[in-house]
T-cell receptor
Framework: DTAVSQTPKYLVTQMGNDKSIKCEQN?????MYWYKQDSKKFLKIMFS???????INETVPNRFSPKSPDKAHLNLHINSLELGDSAVYFC??????????????FGPGTRLLVL | KNQVEQSPQSLIILEGKNCTLQ??????????LRWYKQDTGRGPVSLTI?????NTKSNGRYTATLDADTKQSSLHITASQLSDSASYIC????????????FGKGTRLSVIA
């Protein structure tokens, strides 16, 4: 009955590989987000989708491609993984769009390690 | 440049004591400010959301204050418990279009017995 779930929880892979991280929310929210938290624990927004439409796309390499098959899912695909991609990736959701006053609910995170 | 600065970087206090965490920001135009608690190995959890017109907001033993004139916020924790040990992150949201949420680097709080 987890509100925001991510899979996998851990991901260890070699440089150059392509990998995907999945996110699902069962809260009925319209907006979902992907964040990256680096080794210094600094959180930074990457993408935001509202009802399957991209509304925030921060300056991230185009190797990162979010995909939203429906408003309950926002998957993150990463091509040609690099060492610097190693981080914890958090998915989040909120009821309404963008940076409103809505509370964001975060998933447990996916710990990605690129070797 | 939109920035959020938090202090102290880390803090150790005895169980039962109070503490105050600080957040200064330069994000403009301002929409709202949020405090999150992040336990080790977990995702952030929202504590408070404050708009421009709100000076203080409480959530249990957590009380956040906001001074929009000086662009400062604080999070006061009363009667700390061991479970309060976590990182506390200040986030400021701008009302300007798709300006992203601006996160502080957090304050790492350790409550010891």
């Amino acid at each position: 009955d987890t509100a925001v779930s991510q899979t996998p929880k851990y991901l260890v892979t070699q440089m150059g590989n392509d990998k995907s991280i999945k996110c699902e929310q069962n809260l009925g929210h319209d907006t979902m987000y992907w964040y990256k938290q680096d080794s210094k624990k600094f959180l930074k927004i990457m993408f935001s989708y509202n009802n399957k439409e991209l509304i925030i796309n921060e300056t991230v390499p185009n190797r990162f491609s979010p995909k939203s098959p429906d408003k309950a899912h926002l998957n993150l695909h990463i091509n040609s993984l690099e060492l610097g991609d190693s981080a914890v990736y958090f998915c989040a959701s909120s009821l309404l769009a963008g940076a409103s006053q809505e509370t964001q609910y975060f998933g447990p995170g996916t710990r990605l390690l690129v070797l | 440049k939109n920035q959020v600065e938090q202090s102290p970087q880390s803090l150790i206090i005895l169980e039962g004591k109070n503490c105050t965490l600080q957040c200064n920001y330069t994000v403009s135009p301002f929409s709202n400010l949020r405090w999150y608690k992040q336990d080790t190995g977990r995702g952030p959890v929202s504590l408070t959301i404050m708009t421009f017109s709100e000076n203080t907001k409480s959530n249990g033993r957590y009380t956040a204050t906001l001074d929009a004139d000086t662009k400062q916020s604080s999070l006061h924790i009363t009667a700390s418990q061991l479970s309060d040990s976590a990182s506390y992150i200040c986030v400021v949201i701008s009302s300007s279009g798709n300006t992203p949420l601006v996160f502080g680097k957090g304050t790492r709080l350790s409550v010891i017995a």
